[in-house]
Every structure is written in structure tokens, then in C-alpha cells.
């Protein structure tokens, strides 16, 4: 799995949120074990998370769609649904995602915990913000970056807006 090093304007705004968590604890009168663990806290908490996510998704763009490992994660899933527009391609992942975050509430709501792994909710999570890149700094290159991810089978019939709300019904139907 690719996890290129942080930018250095990642990790400076990083290393600052924890500085002045430490600044914050240490003018409130706390010990220097307290702004210690704030400063740790804020630098590598729940953030740390999120930037990690967004380091391995900017990996995955600079190698482009037509890498290897690219291809790889996200090929079944565009011979499942194929889908000619880049706007209708965002909708399917968004209806795909939601009716995966619900069948987890359901499952939990049911039995108490969810067994469904966590692979597709990634997965989805990753195209979800490489379509919304795509659509905010080259939405002309959709097409040419879907037919590169599906390049092993030249005859993929991509659908139509048309046919989007049936394959959006179909993955309401999957809950």
C-alpha cells in the first residue's frame, strides 16, 4: 500500500496545532506533562487520521489511472458500474457510500455490531475524493481516466444518465 511522506506544509501545520495545544495547557497553569501529552494529542490525534487518508488518496492520483496499482483497487468497481459522466459518476459513489454506511447502522442497530468489512467503505471513501478532485481540477479528463482504469476490456459499455437512477436503485435495494 502506497504512504508517500506528509508534505512539509501538512506536517508544519501539524506540528504548530500541537505547539500551541502545549502554549494553550502550559498559560492555563498546567504541569509540563499535561502540555506534553496535548501537544502529542493535537499533533497525532484524530487529524492525523484524516491526513493520512488524503496523503495515501494524492499517492494513488500522482500515479495516475493507468498505473498497475490503480487499476487494481478500482477496476471492479468501474466494470460493475460503468458511468459516462463525471457528475454521474460522483452520484453512484455518493448512493453506493450511503448505502453502505447504511446497511452498517442497520447491522449494528440489529445485532449490536456490524461484521461487513471495512475494505469497500475505503475504497469508496478514496474515489469519492479522487472524483471531486477530478471534478474541481480536470473534469474534461473523466473519460479518459475511466478508460484507462478499465483499459483490459476495450467493449465496457458505459451507461448513460439514463441508466444511473436504475443503478442508483439498485444500490438502495442492497441494504
Not at 153 to 162: M, Q
Given at each position: 500500500?502506497i504512504?508517500?511522506?506528509?508534505?512539509?506544509?501538512?506536517?508544519?501545520?501539524?506540528?504548530?496545532?500541537?505547539?500551541?495545544?502545549?502554549?494553550?495547557?502550559?498559560?492555563?497553569?498546567?504541569?509540563?506533562?499535561?502540555?506534553?501529552?496535548?501537544?502529542v494529542?493535537a499533533?497525532?490525534?484524530?487529524?492525523?487520521?484524516?491526513?493520512?487518508f488524503?496523503?495515501?488518496?494524492?499517492?494513488?492520483?500522482?500515479?495516475?489511472?493507468?498505473h498497475?496499482?490503480?487499476?487494481?483497487?478500482?477496476?471492479?468497481?468501474?466494470?460493475?458500474?460503468?458511468?459516462?459522466?463525471?457528475?454521474?459518476?460522483?452520484?453512484?459513489?455518493?448512493?453506493l457510500?450511503?448505502?453502505?454506511?447504511?446497511?452498517?447502522?442497520?447491522?449494528?442497530?440489529?445485532w449490536?455490531?456490524?461484521?461487513?468489512?471495512?475494505?469497500?467503505?475505503m475504497?469508496?471513501?478514496?474515489?469519492?475524493?479522487?472524483?471531486r478532485?477530478?471534478?474541481?481540477?480536470a473534469?474534461?479528463?473523466?473519460?479518459?481516466?475511466?478508460?484507462?482504469?478499465?483499459?483490459?476490456?476495450?467493449?465496457?459499455?458505459?451507461?448513460?444518465?439514463?441508466t444511473?437512477?436504475?443503478?442508483?436503485?439498485l444500490?438502495?435495494?442492497?441494504?
Amino acid at each position: 500500500m502506497i504512504s508517500p511522506p506528509p508534505t512539509n506544509r501538512r506536517l508544519e501545520r501539524d506540528l504548530l496545532r500541537g505547539r500551541q495545544a502545549a502554549e494553550r495547557v502550559r498559560a492555563t497553569g498546567g504541569s509540563a506533562l499535561v502540555a506534553a501529552l496535548a501537544h502529542v494529542e493535537a499533533t497525532f490525534g484524530t487529524a492525523m487520521g484524516h491526513a493520512i487518508f488524503k496523503d495515501r488518496v494524492a499517492a494513488y492520483v500522482a500515479l495516475g489511472a493507468g498505473h498497475a496499482e490503480v487499476r487494481t483497487r478500482y477496476r471492479a468497481l468501474t466494470e460493475r458500474h460503468p458511468v459516462a459522466t463525471l457528475g454521474g459518476a460522483i452520484a453512484l459513489i455518493e448512493r453506493l457510500r450511503y448505502a453502505d454506511i447504511e446497511a452498517r447502522d442497520a447491522a449494528i442497530r440489529s445485532w449490536g455490531h456490524c461484521s461487513r468489512p471495512r475494505f469497500a467503505l475505503m475504497i469508496l471513501d478514496e474515489l469519492r475524493l479522487i472524483l471531486r478532485v477530478v471534478r474541481r481540477w480536470a473534469p474534461s479528463r473523466y473519460t479518459e481516466f475511466f478508460s484507462e482504469i478499465s483499459a483490459t476490456d476495450p467493449g465496457l459499455r458505459i451507461a448513460d444518465d439514463e441508466t444511473l437512477g436504475e443503478i442508483g436503485n439498485l444500490a438502495n435495494s442492497s441494504r
